[in-house]
């Protein structure tokens, strides 16, 4: 083949007109084709989906709340621009309980300030729930999660739990376990100001009556 290949160039052993339009084209051919690779190469690029910027963004969720409107719901995603608290409880649960009166009080000072407190619920009967909810005074939107795939995408392990979301949706502060006044405080104060957390002391464990590490829903 490459005999004849070289025949069809140079014809009687001289290069012809033909033989200098082929020599010319090739190179000209393979030019193309490399642009053409590397143009698809960027658009794959182009089209490849985004990935999240920042590993601590806040999982999206929305419940339907207990302490609202027939039917409504709360969506995590439409609260950003918001400072948000997230806090993991269960009727059953006694550091829950114990809690509660702090959560609600500090729920009710910050509203002026912008501060979005939701109470997601876990294995708690909607009659249990509303009961607590009742009980402690709870102004803020409550609600269940029946499946526990919002813990999970948390990573709760354990009850009670309390998370703090700044504006732009990141999560800044985890406090495992009962939360304390002296503790909880300064955190929502700044996470109300938009200032850096205040550095963490060490948070007691979550309770016995923790939830297990595979939720189980409980209607």
Request: aromatic letters at 8%; a positive charge.
């Amino acid at each position: 083949m490459l005999h004849s290949f070289r025949e069809a160039l140079f014809p009687n052993g001289r290069p012809s007109i033909r033989g200098f339009i082929v020599t010319a084209l090739v190179p000209a051919i393979l030019l193309t084709v490399l642009v053409a690779r590397i143009l698809h190469a960027n658009s794959v690029v182009t089209r490849a989906p985004a990935v999240s910027a920042n590993p601590n963004a806040a999982p999206d969720f929305t419940i339907q709340i207990w302490n609202g409107a027939p039917g409504e719901k709360i969506h995590l995603a439409a609260l950003k621009g918001k400072p948000v608290v997230v806090n993991f409880w269960g009727s059953w649960c006694i550091p829950c309980a114990a809690e509660a009166p702090l959560l609600s009080a500090a729920a009710k000072t910050y509203a002026a300030q912008g501060v979005v407190f939701i109470g997601v619920a876990w294995q708690t009967k909607v009659s249990d729930g509303k009961a607590f909810i009742q009980q402690h005074e709870i102004t803020y939107p409550c609600g269940p999660d029946d499946s526990g795939d919002i813990l999970t995408n948390f990573g709760i392990t354990g009850l009670p739990q309390t998370v703090l979301i700044d504006r732009s949706g990141v999560v800044v502060r985890h406090f495992p376990g009962q939360i304390t006044a002296d503790t909880f405080g300064p955190a929502v104060e700044a996470l109300a100001k938009g200032e850096p957390q205040p550095a963490a002391t060490p948070s007691p464990a979550p309770s016995p009556t923790a939830a297990p590490a595979t939720p189980t829903p409980k209607r």
